[in-house]
């Protein structure tokens, strides 16, 4: 289907479609993915990407419960009508801007969460094995029926999803986090999935309403480059923990993604591996172990896990 160039100049004059139009050159994407790498709500990408489909930019194609769209594949062809428009806009789309970089690192992150998903991705190794059943999920609540009933804070908890899998196989969680708004979505959410033991608190990681030696594990989820003092965070978490207690952190190595400060709110652009074991080492923990959690070519982000013990018999009280 052709459009005239006075139609699609109009079609293509809101930055949303151009940014759709972008990304769905380089990979397909359903609502929900493109939902999140846009940031936009899903009633917003579903109209723009019906008006991308009815001028004939965009193809879509149904599987299962998904419907997959991409750029249609007799759009901006040499000797379409509209060469020379679409030569520039693959220039436009290939010039890096800041917030195409965002969206860059929002589609990584999508391809990244595919590949860890063994239900739609089944290339495990040279043999593309597929073993029906196989779920990280599964096997990480499969690890929590290993361990003790345990207390465990999750500080910045953010939506609630990382808690209420801790809730599955923890004795208690107390979730802290500083938004209110999300505590009210985190709580809905472990209504939806009727999990009660989970205390949901209002709080500042530098301040955290938790008592002294409380907890048995204090974790610390993607909620470290948040906080405006690391040190006092991690001097927090110490605070909390029980003589003999864990510590466990998993946050980002440092990188040069710069537009994650405006547009996520990040105060710092993750740490380097030696940084975070001296943040640790400075807060009181021993036995502290730095690792790589989660790497993929490609990415700008790597994901660190840290670990570190409260000593077996000191207390620390705030002063």
């Given amino acids: 289907m052709s459009i005239a160039a006075p ?3 109009r079609l293509l004059g809101d930055e949303a479609r151009l940014r759709l139009l972008r990304l769905l050159a380089r990979e397909a994407l359903n609502v929900s ?4 790498i846009l940031g936009l709500a899903q009633s917003g990408v579903s109209r723009h990407l019906g008006l991308l489909r009815d001028a004939g930019l965009i193809a879509e194609q149904k599987t299962g419960t998904f419907t997959w769209y991409r750029l249609a594949k007799d759009v901006g062809g040499a000797d379409g009508p509209n060469a020379q ?3 520039w806009l693959k220039a436009e789309f290939a010039r890096q801007t800041t917030e195409s970089r965002a969206d860059d690192a929002r589609l990584e992150e999508v391809r990244r969460l595919r590949k860890e998903s063994f239900a739609q991705h089944g290339a495990v190794d040279e043999r593309r094995q597929l073993v029906p059943g196989r779920s990280w999920a599964a096997w990480s609540r499969a690890l929590g029926m290993l361990l003790p009933g345990l207390e465990v804070a999750d500080l910045g908890c953010g939506e609630g999803y990382l808690t209420i899998e801790t809730a599955r196989w923890a004795k208690r969680v107390i979730a802290v986090d500083r938004s209110k708004d999300v505590l009210e979505r985190a709580k809905a959410l472990a209504r939806r999935r009727k999990v009660s033991n989970i205390a949901w608190k209002h709080g500042a990681l530098d301040r955290l309403p938790i008592k002294n ?8 989820s993607q ?3 948040h906080a ?3 040190d006092v965070a991690l001097a927090e978490a110490r605070r909390i923990l029980r003589p003999g207690g864990t510590l466990l952190v998993l946050d980002l190595r440092q990188h040069s993604e710069h537009w994650v400060k405006g547009t996520l709110g990040d105060q710092w652009l993750g740490f380097k591996d030696e940084q975070l074991k001296s943040l ?6 021993t036995e502290i172990a730095v690792r790589v959690g989660a790497r993929r070519a490609g990415d700008p982000f790597t994901v660190l896990i840290a670990s570190g013990k409260a000593p077996a018999k000191e207390r620390v009280h705030r002063s």
């Fill in 223 to 225: 909620a470290l480059h």
């Fill in 85 to 87: 428009l679409w030569t």
């Fill in 33 to 36: 993915e493109l939902t999140g």
């Fill in 7 to 9: 139609a699609l100049l």
């Fill in 228 to 230: 405006p003092k690391p």
């Fill in 280 to 285: 640790i080492a400075a807060a009181g923990f």
């Fill in 213 to 220: 030696a409380s907890v048995d594990v204090a974790v610390l």
